[in-house]
């Protein structure tokens, strides 16, 4: 045990501790240690082996409440180890006193996409170790019993433990039939009843299939089989990682539905038309601006010359990747990772404006979605402004029955009603400026595209809703 222990230290800009392995813990090879914080600090960790710092955990937000974390390091090597806080303003860290283990089996993340059979090869260190699979609370997964020399145990808490000779093994899971036939249905049951919605809407003398517009049905088409997709393969994983997949897989396809970061950069322009529509833009010259969740940063390229400074925060760190490699040069753009949920690392009413584009039509809890308004509340100045675009269908019942059917993930986020909007605005202390649902660039859904535009009082006299 080691006895590094901060115990609610409340600290300023960023900090350090530091600690020197001595002899006598040189045979662990894992350190635990549980830690939190409430003003989502962030974390990372360093080792310092042959003189030269490594990092042993990058820089993550830690969470609120208690989370053990495990490191493996070699405690042999390692001469010294940093713990490294940041975050802007004053941020609070807990932590709990550091244990050095000895493991001697390995535990290893493998991601499924869930379609099963899933084969996979794992690496056996030695004879006698084990590996242990976690199957994402999945305890139901079984071996396919291609593999006679590896033995498969299985635990409560859904992971798999396996056993085997030393080298490389090839192992195969699937999970039983009941399983892979709900997964099979469901994204029968949406084809089916948005196939139903488009042809209702034909009917009603909308013309969807004739040659007029074909490029509106390719659209239509497009987000349905996309959805389709999403809700078959990525519907267990977190959303952050799925994102960050989405990202290394085909990134302005998730962001925009576009085939490269050009097409996606061509309607940039129309789509921050959408977004700065009703707003004062004389205002925003030497003003600061947030958008809240930046993908790859094509909207902020599009905005840079139009404000003062424009920062972006996204989740995923893959996507604030290609956005910094894309804004490299831009001096007055900041993009930055966030937790899904805070702004911690902007000071109170920092912003003129904020904004979110094809954002929180993804986010899938209404938890998610406060906690937005009540840090964009806490970051805006006194009559600062914010637009966000959020899936308008839940004012549709026949949407709403469907959204219960088929549920909420990381792509088909939460459906929001204009009056659910008006409450939550209501409950955080913003005026409403303007609320209604507006055509998007491709058509794709009209009602999807429901914005709301909100200011924060200086005053507590409020502003009656516009609706249109
Ligand atoms: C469809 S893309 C839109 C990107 C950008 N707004 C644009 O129009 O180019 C959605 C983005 O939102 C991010 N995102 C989704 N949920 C988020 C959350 N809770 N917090 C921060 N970012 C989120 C995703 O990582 C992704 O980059």
Redo the contacts with the bound molecule.
């Keep these: 045990m080691l006895n590094l222990i901060i115990h609610g230290s409340t600290t300023h800009g960023w900090a350090f501790s530091e600690l020197n392995l001595g002899e006598e813990v040189r045979a662990c090879n894992q350190i635990a240690f549980q830690a939190w914080s409430p003003t989502g600090t962030s974390l990372a960790v360093k080792t310092l082996r042959q003189n030269q710092w490594l990092l042993a955990r990058p820089e993550t937000p830690l969470s609120r409440r208690p989370q053990w974390l495990t490191l493996a390091i070699g405690c042999h090597e390692v001469q010294r180890l940093q713990f490294v806080f940041a975050g802007s303003g004053f941020h609070q860290v807990f932590m709990s006193p550091i244990v050095l283990r000895r493991i001697e089996s390995t535990t290893t993340w493998v991601h499924f996409e869930q379609r099963g059979p899933e084969c996979f090869r794992v690496a056996m260190p030695s004879k006698n170790s084990s590996i242990t699979v976690s199957l994402a609370s999945f305890h139901r997964w079984r071996s396919l019993g291609s593999n006679t020399s590896m033995h498969f145990g299985s635990n409560d808490l859904g992971l798999l433990t396996m056993r085997g000779p030393a080298g490389d093994q090839s192992v195969c899971l699937a999970f039983p039939t009941v399983f892979r036939s709900a997964r099979t249905l469901l994204p029968i049951a949406y084809v089916g009843i948005s196939s139903f919605l488009l042809g209702s809407f034909a009917l009603r003398g909308r013309p969807i299939l004739s040659s007029l517009n074909k490029s509106l049905f390719a659209a239509h088409l497009f987000s349905i089989i996309t959805t389709l997709r999403e809700i078959a393969i990525r519907r267990r994983i977190q ?1 952050e990682r799925a ?1 960050d997949i989405r ?1 290394r897989e085909r990134p302005y396809w ?3 539905y576009s085939n490269s970061a050009v097409e ?1 950069e061509a309607i ?1 322009n129309a ?1 921050l038309e959408e977004v700065l529509d009703g707003f004062d833009r004389a205002w925003l010259k030497q003003g600061n601006v947030l ?6 940063g ?2 902020l390229k599009a905005l840079a010359q139009k404000v003062g400074n424009a920062y972006g ?4 760190g893959e ?1 604030v990747r290609l956005a910094q490699t894309r804004l490299r040069g831009f001096s007055n753009v900041i993009t930055l990772k ?1 937790d ?2 805070s702004l911690s690392m902007f000071e109170k009413e920092k912003f003129d404006f904020v904004f ?4 929180f039509q ?2 899938p809890t209404i938890s ?1 979605v406060e906690a937005y308004f009540r840090e964009i509340h806490r970051v805006l100045k006194p009559m600062g402004e914010v637009k966000l675009q959020v899936d308008g269908r839940g004012d549709s019942v026949l949407w709403r029955s469907f959204k219960i059917l088929i549920g909420n993930d ?1 792509w088909s986020g939460i459906f929001l009603s204009r009056s659910e909007l008006l409450a939550l605005a209501k409950t955080h202390g913003f005026e409403v400026i303007r609320l209604g649902h507006r055509p998007s660039r491709r058509g794709v859904l009209g009602r999807q595209n429901l914005w709301i535009h909100m200011r924060k009082p200086s005053s507590l006299e409020q502003i009656p809703a516009r609706e249109g």
């Design positions: 959303p994102w990202a998730y962001i925009s996606s940039a789509d958008e809240i969740g930046c993908g790859a094509r909207l925060v996204d989740f995923s996507m966030n899904g949920s979110s584009f094809a954002v993804h986010i998610n990381s």
